[in-house]
């Protein structure tokens, strides 16, 4: 079983910066790839960003690449998404969620586990 927990949201202006954390508890964080998703209101939750198990691949999606960076600490059980250039599209609940499969998390848009999310609100 692994609980995620998610912080560091909060409202920030156009430009601006923000990082979020997603702790997670349990002795097998290392061998979970992590992702990060978004919900904006009215819309289907979307894929942001993912990583291996071992930090050494990231994937992300088109709308954040170069902005956005996703990173972990093993060490901490601890996940980040340090998002810079926010736009105000980039407004949404973001969740971070963990799967043993990368695919569930790449491409299908899914995970095993997630966290209650934090809301990231972008002003123009």
């Known amino acids: 079983q692994v609980q995620l927990v998610e912080s560091g949201g909060g409202l920030v202006q156009a430009g601006g910066s923000l990082r979020l954390s997603c702790a997670t508890s349990?002795?097998?964080?290392?061998?979970?790839?992590m992702g990060w998703f978004r919900q904006a209101p009215g819309k289907e939750r979307e894929f942001v960003a993912a990583i291996t198990w071992s930090g050494s691949t990231t994937y992300y999606t088109d709308s954040v690449k170069g902005r956005f960076t996703i990173s972990r600490d093993n060490a901490k059980n601890t996940v980040y998404l340090q998002m810079n250039s926010l736009k105000p599209e980039d407004t949404a609940v973001y969740y971070c969620?963990?799967?043993?499969?990368?695919?569930?998390?790449?491409?299908?848009?899914?995970?095993?586990?997630w966290g209650q999310g934090t809301q990231v609100t972008v002003s123009s």
């Open positions: 969620a963990a799967d043993t499969r990368w695919a569930t998390l790449t491409t299908r848009n899914n995970g095993g586990y």
């Open positions: 349990g002795r097998t964080f290392s061998t979970y790839h």
